[in-house]
């Protein structure tokens, strides 16, 4: 192989193993100090949860013990000299420490009266020198403090007991934690006049304890070392290395002062991982103990894995370097031939390097396009910074690291905010959809007008353009004049080139940049003033809020009178009439001088009893407005004039063709019931009144309905039907006139002649002679 291929295939090699190599051995100390740090960070959660959980048991217990100590019957019976035959008093104090079992673990609980020599218990009552454990409660008189907890009572006198083997074994106080009370509980004198103890069963405390395979096992100790609490320790063959570890556990919280720490040690043959946190409550100690070989089973395997990974790239490496080496060599190669050709027996070493030049030359220029990308996404980053601090997504520390990066401003005296929006495309060139596009086109030019030092990226929230900038002046006129030239010089601009009417609101100046949030909302909330003032301005925020005056009680009474009004004109499809009320309510609006924070709430208000006009007559709003007719669409509009058009387009329009469509209907329907009580009431005393009785509607409106549908008046057509029923019974009948007049509610039979002849032509007798003729 020749020399020069040899050192280029190693230095191929070499390129590609050595990334690998750091890459692998980089990824495995990090994935091994990420697990570690996780399990200790587990440890420590676990230790924590499981001290608040016992930590809120005993504190439960306790404040139910402080409530009985200090309950009447308690301190008036600690001094007194008890008898068994003072039942009720024992009956009650006895009941009272019962109640005391806050949870299942409390075996048993004794309230002794020291200097009267008396115990109550549960369920006994006994003289206090035949209490069995005297001698330890002689012990608890001579601790220092009033409340106490006693991990492993055990009584003076030794007192052993046998277990079912034989074995001598400690006493059965030695499977309960006592709490001890000193009564009183604020000491008068050094000999306490009475105890309450309460017996909790180490049983039963253990199941506080949270235990978990892969984060170790957890046991407790006291200040001392002792531990008291654990499921398997005392039992275990390493016994003593606990104990021994336990001791030092206790040295260190003593030492340090500190309150939690972890730390690695060996149990015989074993590593293992040590986490314990101390309680300032009751000096307890929480041990959480976990093999580092269990610890580290996981980095085991990341560090195969890696191992695997990288061995199966340094193989994909060397045939891409052999193959890559040998196709890299054959122009350097052809080249060293060519120049042996022309000079004769000399090698030109130089040439084997113009290749690699040419190489380094693609590279660069590839380098400069790759630069100029990351440019562009550079641009883009700064945008989405300024837009999570304007949404509150940024804090000050973080602003101070990343502004530097982006080259942001960093010093200041005062900050303001502009906020754009475009205030009406009608009568433009444009239409709606080219709003954000616009939007866009103005976000640039900010860009381009302001400088870069006085200003932060500008941004496109929402409906609106967003500048953050800067200035180097005080609070007073002169601030306000400068923020107002920038604001004019862009609306200038923006006028110019797209000839498009915008309006800017300044917010009130501020000095940390997460005043930017609220600045915000300044900006937007100035721009609603353009409701009262018009398009095309400027808005300080404290000009708009100095001119926004309380609006008193009558206003809204005179907008409620006029929507009562409006929306009886709707109800009467008059349209002339329906545009003045609305009219009328729009100038109330301005001339009042509503404040412009309670414009959508007005407005949604009369929009809610448009939407109650549609659904009163059965109608479904969506489907007949569409979707445009929405509180999100009113929301969205920025001037008077598109609020004035959406409502007369979008609202009156269609709810007065449906209320319209609705009323046609009702009118064949009401027109359908009258001849229906015509035709069923015929031979009664029938008429206008006594149907809109029926109806429930007025003789007037049924009046002019009946007019509109059947095309003549209610009465005429009653005097139709009723001449058509006396045709017929004077054709297929001998009853005589009088009695069709009666049968027909005339009271007057010359009455029902003459309307007969005035409909049919002739007299009813008339009509039978020339019927019979026929």
Known sequence: MPKYMLRLLAFSFLIGAIPVITLGIFSYYIATGDVEQKVKEGNQQLLLQTQMRMEQTLKTLELTSIQYINSPQVTSAINENLESI??????????????????????????????????????????????????????????????FWDTNPVAADNSNQVDPEGNTTPAASQATVNMVYKLPIVPITAQPRGFLVIEILKSQLLTQLTGSRDLGSIYVINREGQHFLAYDTESDAKASYYESLNQKIAQMVQATGKENGFFNTDIGQEEVGVAYRASSYNGWIYVSVVSIHDLTKGTRKIAMATIVACSIIFVVIGLLAFFLSRKMYSPIKRLFEFTKDVNAGETNTKDEFVSIEQRFKTLFSTGQQLEQQVQGQFVQLKEFFVLKLLTGQISESDFTYRSTNYGFPLEWQNLGLLTLQIDTLQGTRYRDHDRELLLFAINNMVGELIPAHQRFSPVLLDQSQVTLITSDLEQGAELKEQFHQTAELILSKVQEFLQISVSIGISSPFKKVTGSVHAYREGLESLKSRLNLGNNIILHYEDVQARNKELEAT????????????????????????????????????????????????????????????????????????????????????????????????????????????????????????????????????????????????????????????????????????????????????????????????????????????????????????????
Request: hydrophobic fraction near 40%; glycine fraction near 4%.
């Open 555 to 774: 206003v809204y009474t005179q907008l409620k009178w006029t929507e009562d009004q409006l929306i009886s004109a709707i109800k009467l499809g008059d349209a002339a009439k329906v545009h003045e009320w609305f009219d009328k309510y729009i100038a109330d609006l301005v001339e009042k001088n509503v404040n412009t924070g309670e414009y959508p709430v007005l407005m949604m208000q009369l929009v809610s009893k448009l939407y109650q006009v549609v659904q009163e007559q059965g109608g479904n709003v969506k489907k007949v407005l569409g979707e445009r007719a929405t509180y999100d669409r009113l929301l969205k509009l920025s001037t008077l004039n598109d609020i004035i058009a959406w409502f007369k387009s979008d609202l009156f329009e269609p709810i007065m063709a449906f209320l319209n469509e609705q009323a046609e209907s009702q009118y064949i329907n009401i027109a359908n019931q009258m001849v229906k009580l015509v035709h069923e009431r015929y031979d009664q005393d029938i008429s206008l009144e006594s149907c809109a009785s029926k109806l429930n509607f007025h003789p007037v409106y049924l009046s002019r309905v009946f007019k509109k549908e059947m095309g003549i008046n209610f009465s005429e057509y009653l005097a139709d039907y009723r001449m058509n029923i006396a045709k017929t019974w004077l054709e297929t009948t001998s009853l005589k006139i009088s009695e069709i007049a009666e049968r027909l509610n005339y009271t007057n039979t010359t009455a029902f002649i003459r309307t007969f002849r005035k409909i049919v032509g002739m007299t009813p007798g008339q009509y039978r002679e020339h019927n019979k003729k026929e």
């Open 86 to 147: 003072q039942y009720d008093k024992i009956r009650d104090l006895s009941m009272g420490l019962y109640n005391l079992q806050t949870f299942a673990g409390i075996s048993d609980g004794y309230l002794i009266g020291l200097e009267k020599e008396w115990v109550v218990s549960f369920t006994s009552f006994k003289k206090f020198a035949e209490f069995e454990k005297k001698s330890l409660i002689e012990q608890y008189a001579k601790h220092p403090t009033s409340l």
